[in-house]
């Protein structure tokens, strides 16, 4: 694949919108657009010396209010880059956190359903595992409150092909409904899997980070490297376009075993769904988003300021008493009226579409290496659909936690939780929480066509405002999404009219996606830190999940950022962060 070019980068993706406004048979509490904390966009500049910030950080999803709040902690005393900042202004930092959007959380948001004060729909992220560094510590740092996320449980339903089993049933070969190659056969799509990874790596299974990382350069399979093979094409000559099309429908993503990478999505299955032992899931009780929201409100508390509503729209190098500094040009909603802020550092804590569509004439891409790192990864869509009821129909049948699987386009149903059995709730409170659907690639589309035309597009324009979080979902979505849950359950399943709905895309702008994998041919090992410092004649630097090793998880975001506080601005670890944690190339 070209490299992009700078014309390329104003291209729209086509976005897809996030949500509609709910109609037909739901009640007046389920048209109620979920509740998003809005804080005014400040007015006036951004001041500084000279009007220059010390560090402009960009976007307040986790990885911008992680970097903002690490910029001012204790540990940043010990910083010689930020020591030296310090002195020319007389002991005090100016941090500035900037987003365009009414929120903070990027792709974490968190929505309480009407009549469900103690339960949080997670429309983006909402889980992470024990073994993941720094999340799992900053969690207890922060003093969060956690509970297990159940995902398999042996009484749960899968419904391929119109069959239907349960999970326990999956070494079962008369009832899975696929022809499957011995060395599959009896097996569940994890240890099918596994058992296919370590055809290539042996081993696999037990690997940590370190060890994936000194492997990657050289693995290969037929004198090929792996990064160079495509894990779609590596699973088809390896079990079958049978044993491919179980893989893909019995994990519930197709993401899993699509054309990406094969290296790094082994790695990530490894990792993330069938390694051994086993990790813990775990969820924020309060919600995901309550992370981004604590280290914002620490960072504040710290003398940092938080600029909402604020877009930048491109971004300059310029001299200022003789210091050569970066000139961002923002647009500040509602009304869009124009901002320039300065800055000695910059941290574009930003996926990989906000990036693109940056002025094309920003200088950072003038770089041919930055453009080609850029597009080294591929975005995925996934989408989200959430359902509040009176009551756990769903426990009628014997199913209280994890999930069902399935080929229709809901692929997977959440069990998630009950008001009236959440920490502190009142017990009498029935009404229930269902992730009705969680899905990705095509499926996607499948649910988007049921969305509100005038509400799907949404143009790229200087003049329009980031669309702020809307995600309740409309009366067709829901209603074939009953339809579906009534087939995967059936006939027995006695599933009432919903009282809430909210349907969440990450495809549309800024986003661009839900998570990346990279390329096929992508030396992650490489890009990673290229991309954590750009540019080596300017104080810019990148991080988040979408260039890491963690991509689509909050520990991959966390984790670049930190690397890049510790690599480009000199911070020590953290004291909640043992020293012996690995954070990768």
């Known amino acids: 694949m070209g490299k992009p070019t700078r014309r390329d980068l104003l291209k729209g993706t086509g976005a897809l919108g996030a949500a509609a406004i709910v109609d037909g048979a739901l009640g007046a509490s389920a048209r109620a657009r979920p509740l998003v904390e809005d804080r005014p966009g400040q007015a006036g500049t951004v001041e500084g010396e000279h009007g220059v910030l010390d560090v402009a950080v960009i976007g307040a999803g986790v990885s911008g209010a992680y970097a903002a709040w690490r910029l001012l902690g204790p540990e940043a005393k010990h910083s010689p880059v930020l020591d030296r900042l310090r002195r020319r202004r007389g002991g005090r930092l100016k941090v500035g956190l900037f987003e365009g959007s009414e929120r903070v959380g990027g792709r974490l948001f968190s929505v309480t359903p009407p009549g469900m004060p103690h339960l949080r729909a997670e429309l983006g992220g909402m889980r992470y595992l024990n073994n993941q560094p720094v999340i799992a510590d900053l969690v207890d740092h922060l003093g969060l409150p956690t509970d297990p996320f159940p995902v398999d449980e042996s009484q749960n339903l899968v419904y391929l092909r119109r069959h239907r089993f349960t999970q326990s049933q999956w070494g079962d070969p008369t009832v899975v409904p696929y022809d499957l190659p011995a060395a599959i056969r009896g097996k569940s799509p994890d240890d099918a899997l596994v058992s296919v990874i370590e055809r290539f790596v042996p081993g696999a299974a037990g690997m940590d980070q370190q060890a994936w990382d000194k492997i990657k350069p050289t693995a290969s399979a037929d004198g090929r490297h792996l990064y160079d093979i495509g894990f779609w094409n590596l699973l088809l000559d390896a079990v079958g376009q049978e044993g491919w099309a179980f893989l893909r429908a019995g994990f519930g993503y197709g993401s899993v075993v699509a054309n990406v990478n094969s290296i790094e999505a082994m790695e990530a299955s490894v990792a993330d769904f069938v390694g051994s032992p086993a990790p813990q899931y775990l969820l924020l009780r309060n919600g995901y988003q309550t992370v981004p929201k604590e280290l914002v409100r620490r960072f504040e508390a710290e003398g940092g300021t938080v600029h909402l509503h604020h877009q930048v729209r491109r971004i300059d190098r310029e001299t200022v008493h003789g210091e050569q500094v970066m000139s961002l040009a923002l647009s500040v909603w509602p009304g869009g009226r124009p901002l320039t802020v300065r800055a000695r550092h910059v941290v574009l804590a930003m996926p990989q579409r906000s990036i693109e569509l940056l002025d094309p004439d920003s200088f950072l891409f003038t770089s041919d290496q930055f453009l080609s790192d850029l597009g080294s990864i591929v975005p995925r869509p996934a989408s989200k659909l959430f359902l509040g009821y009176d009551r756990p129909w ?94 995967l359950h059936g006939r027995d399943a006695r599933i009432p009219e919903p009282t809430s709905a909210y349907f969440q895309d990450w495809v549309q702008d800024p986003y661009g996606a839900a998570f990346h994998f990279w390329q096929v041919g992508a030396k992650s090992w490489e890009i990673m830190p290229r991309m954590r410092h750009p540019l080596h004649d300017a104080n810019l630097y990148v991080c988040g999940d979408a260039y890491s090793t963690g991509q689509g998880w909050v520990y991959g975001a966390l984790t670049q950022a930190e690397l890049m506080l510790e690599e480009h601005f000199g911070l020590p670890r953290p004291t909640w962060l043992p020293p012996s944690v690995y954070l990768g190339s």
């Open 394 to 487: 769903w426990e009628d049948l014997g199913l209280s936690k994890g999930r069902s699987v399935t080929d229709l386009p809901l692929r997977q149903t959440y069990y998630w939780g009950v008001e009236g059995k959440q920490h502190g709730a009142d017990p009498a409170n029935r009404n229930a929480l269902l992730l009705a659907s969680y899905n990705d690639l095509g499926d996607v589309e499948f649910w988007n066509e049921l969305l509100k035309r005038p509400q799907r597009l949404a143009p790229v324009s200087v003049t329009r405002p980031p669309r702020p979080m809307d995600a309740a979902a409309p009366g067709t979505l829901v209603d074939e999404a009953q339809r579906q849950l009534r087939e």
